[in-house]
């Protein structure tokens, strides 16, 4: 049935689809050559055609593959220019350096046949096998103190993790860790008692995360430039750290006022309890992350006085008068207007009636725009394609295929519409834009070509 659709639909949509999508319609395409030729980031999915994206995607260099592939379709892609795998399972790092000879970063749930090449990162999500001589960088997460100790006698040395997650250690682990050259350090569900915690402040860490842990007074020596804190009853107080750049807390109880003589640039709050909101006035915040959990007036009063770049705020209910107020320096916003009880954005069935943002009323010098759950008017829409913005996102936003006209004239490299009522008819249209990534609904091709 596929064949008997016309071809200029189905062209007309090619380059909007994941590559498994076009690899079902690889036949019934005429002429498929060139529409990947921008393509960097390649996913090999179930029905993924590897002969097509070897052909057409001469220039991806980053391959996530979510299912099992064997080694002769894997070979298939050796001439690509890949230099990151991301896998979803098992790896063999000896069988991917044979095939890719410039790789610099291989990610998997489990990592085997670590032998060769210097000078290449390895982060595993799971477990690895082993570590050669060779491998200088690793990025990992280990769930028991075994774990870590079987893995550094396997290879009789100090392990060269740069980025750790650990859930326990002991101070046999401990020991080994501040040998290790680590960078990045994330701490969950610590049961080792402070003291033994502070023997870590040796550390050179440029970032730290901690899950239900306080902060060792001794750790305030230590150069961190971004701190993430969660489930912590309260912060701030404690936070010293006089090179911080970028602040995370979730799930905690924060005061602002204890935190005004730090130099951070970068503020995300989510789901915390904050006092003191209006003492952000005091610091130089230019990014800021936030889902109040107070007025949304107080926010916005706040939100104003800063010399804000980017912004992120969900669970609101804004109006077109707040963005008035918003200031002119932001270059990236980003607004949700809807949270479910845990936590988790969600994105309902119809735009939030008590969201009184139209689009007509946007800072003037924005590159990224992001709105989920927002009813955008046609207005609004010719106000967004004015301004000089490269990454749009309008999700749940109620745009159809004649509204999506209006974008027409932009020069966009992403965007994405999903859970919106467009069509093939108004995909059609955005084809000469410089996209590299377009995410949108399934498209029916048969309702299309009616």
């Given at each position: ?13 090619a ?40 052909r ?49 970063y ?26 050669s ?47 290790m ?20 402040a ?7 995360t ?26 701030g ?64 009063e ?149």
């Amino acid at each position: 049935m596929l064949k008997r659709l016309g071809n200029d639909i189905l062209i007309a949509v090619a380059s909007f689809l994941k590559l498994w999508d076009v690899s079902l319609l690889c036949r019934a395409i005429g002429n498929v050559k060139g529409i990947y030729s921008r393509v960097k980031i390649v996913e090999i999915n179930k029905f993924s055609d590897i002969g097509m994206i070897a052909r057409y995607c001469t220039h991806a260099s980053t391959l996530y593959i979510n299912v099992y592939i064997k080694d002769n379709d894997l070979n298939k892609l050796r001439l690509l220019p890949i230099s990151r795998i991301i896998y979803s399972t098992e790896v063999s790092m000896n069988r991917c350096l044979e095939i890719f000879p410039n790789l610099s970063y291989l990610e998997a749930g489990i990592v085997r046949d670590i032998s060769k090449l210097p000078n290449i990162e390895v982060k595993f999500r799971g477990r690895i096998t082993e570590v050669s001589n060779n491998i200088t960088k690793l990025h990992g997460k280990l769930g028991s103190i075994e774990a870590l100790r079987s893995l550094s006698a396997k290879a009789g040395r100090i392990l060269p993790f740069e980025s750790l997650c650990i859930e326990d250690v002991d101070g046999n682990a401990m020991d080994a860790m501040k040998r290790m050259p680590l960078k990045n350090l994330e701490i969950k569900e610590f049961r080792a008692t402070h003291t033994d915690i502070s023997q870590l402040a040796c550390l050179k860490l440029d970032r730290l995360t901690l899950r239900r842990l306080n902060i060792p007074a001794n750790f305030t020596g230590m150069a961190l430039k971004e701190l993430v804190c969660i489930g912590i009853w309260n912060v701030g107080a404690d936070i010293k750290f006089q090179n911080l750049q970028k602040l995370k807390i979730t799930g905690c109880q924060v005061d602002i006022e204890t935190m005004v003589h730090l130099p951070i640039a970068e503020l995300i709050l989510q789901r915390c309890s904050i006092n003191n909101l209006k003492s952000l006035r005091k610091m130089k915040i230019t990014h800021l992350d936030i889902t109040p959990s107070i007025a949304i007036a107080e926010i916005v009063e706040v939100i104003c006085s800063l010399p804000l770049t980017s912004l992120k705020i969900d669970n609101v209910s804004l109006s077109d008068d707040d963005l008035r107020r918003f200031p002119s320096t932001l270059k990236t916003l980003s607004i949700t207007s809807h949270e479910d009880i845990y936590g988790e954005m969600e994105d309902p069935e119809e735009p939030d009636p008590e969201v009184e943002i139209t689009g007509e009323i946007l800072p003037p010098n924005l590159i990224e725009l992001e709105f989920h759950n927002i009813l955008i008017t046609q207005a609004g829409l010719r106000n967004i394609a004015r301004l000089p913005i490269k990454s749009l996102t309008l999700v749940n936003c109620e745009l159809t295929d004649e509204k999506i006209r209006i974008l027409y004239g932009m020069e966009l490299t992403y965007l994405n519409v999903w859970k919106n009522k467009v069509t093939s008819c108004g995909l059609k249209g955005l084809m000469h834009m410089p996209l590299t990534t377009c995410k949108h609904d399934l498209i029916d091709f048969l309702r299309a070509n009616k």
